[in-house]
């Protein structure tokens, strides 16, 4: 059976031409921290001008009294698609000590709990280490090293046994199995 593999940029990032199979590392960077005492995952996005909070975690985070409700939208990187917001919401995001007020706009459906925005990003002087896997924060002398998260997406793969067996129970033994895979790559 054939080989399978993916031609991908290198893990510089600048298309060199090298072929990179199975890379290790998403495109898309995760953190979590606190926000108003609550563990929250939070998508960085450049392309992002505002920060945005996802309305399904809101409940749990602020009271109904303090949003500001005022819809709006915005466009996305599309520059024709509008994205509907539902409000404004004032957030305390907290890495360990390091803690970091923000204006969030409510947003309903969005891809994680929240997205931190380039007003986030240059207000916190943020940077993004990918060789290290840290987001670097700093404000007032004061600086946060806050680690990526790992992506681990769980892969099912169908296994069908080629001869039919019978186990008596509390034994072992090792069977032939057909998967619909030609080659696979997995980090253990």
């Given at each position: 059976m054939p080989k399978f593999s993916v031609k991908e940029s290198s893990c510089d990032g600048a298309d060199s031409g090298h072929i990179s199979l199975n890379p290790s590392k998403s495109s898309l960077i995760f953190i979590y921290a606190l926000v108003n005492t609550h563990k929250v995952k939070m998508l960085i996005d450049t392309g992002a001008t505002k920060t945005f909070i996802n309305s399904k975690i809101l409940h749990h985070l602020v009271s109904v009294d303090s949003i500001l409700k005022q819809p709006s939208s915005f466009l996305l990187a599309d520059g024709i698609a509008s994205f509907k917001v539902l409000g404004l919401v004032d957030l305390t995001i907290e890495f360990n000590d390091f803690v970091t007020p923000i204006k969030a706009y409510i947003a309903q459906n969005l891809c994680t709990d929240i997205i931190i925005g380039m007003d986030y990003i240059n207000r916190y002087n943020m940077s993004i280490n990918v060789k290290k896997q840290t987001v670097h924060l700093e404000s007032h002398n004061r600086h946060a090293v806050v680690p990526i998260i790992n992506p681990t997406k769980s892969i099912k793969i169908p296994v069908i046994s080629c001869s039919t067996i019978s186990l008596s129970s509390n034994t072992a033994t090792?069977?032939?199995?057909?998967?619909?895979?030609?080659?696979?790559?997995?980090?253990?």
């Open positions: 090792t069977i032939q199995v057909i998967i619909p895979i030609s080659a696979i790559s997995l980090p253990f």
